[in-house]
């Protein structure tokens, strides 16, 4: 149970870093766009690997490697690097398909106006009631 707390830990840190990078943000909005226009969720990993892989080979990490040591080291580990992007794409991908939803929602009550209020019907005027209590004559 406390590797699993660690490791979400670390993923966490990790993606802190990624974002603080640009290139985590680029991913995650890349993803978000996925959602957002309804592509297949099959795409998520694929797009969370080919992220993990330009970020591993292509993007220097040097500079935010003072803020979380731990993070970092576990960053130059491509495998790990992977792992992270999955989940930011994943969790962007999600935030897609729900903004999606609410700007649906929100177009849908602005477009349709308010009902009406109903008029209040009149008062029935009360019948005669006999001694037992019915209305019957």
């Keep these: 149970m406390v590797k699993l707390v660690r490791f979400v830990g670390l993923v966490i840190q990790s993606i802190l870093i990624q974002f603080l990078h640009f290139f985590g943000l680029v991913a ?16 998520v990993p694929i ?14 990490q040097s500079e935010v490697v003072s803020i979380l040591e731990k993070a970092a080291s576990a960053n130059m580990r491509g495998g790990f690097l992977v792992i992270v992007y999955i989940v930011i794409v994943a969790v962007g991908y999600v935030a897609g398909g729900y903004s999606r939803q609410w700007l649906l929602q929100r177009k849908l009550a602005q477009a349709a106006p ?23 004559a």
């Design 114 to 136: 308010a009902p009406a209020p109903k008029p209040s019907p009149e008062p029935k005027p009360q019948q005669k009631r006999n001694r037992r209590g019915s209305s019957k």
């Design 47 to 60: 797009v969370g690997i080919i992220c993990g892989v330009i970020a591993d080979k292509f993007i220097d």
């Design 28 to 43: 995650f909005l890349l993803a978000a766009a996925l959602g957002y226009f309804r592509l297949p969720s099959w795409l």
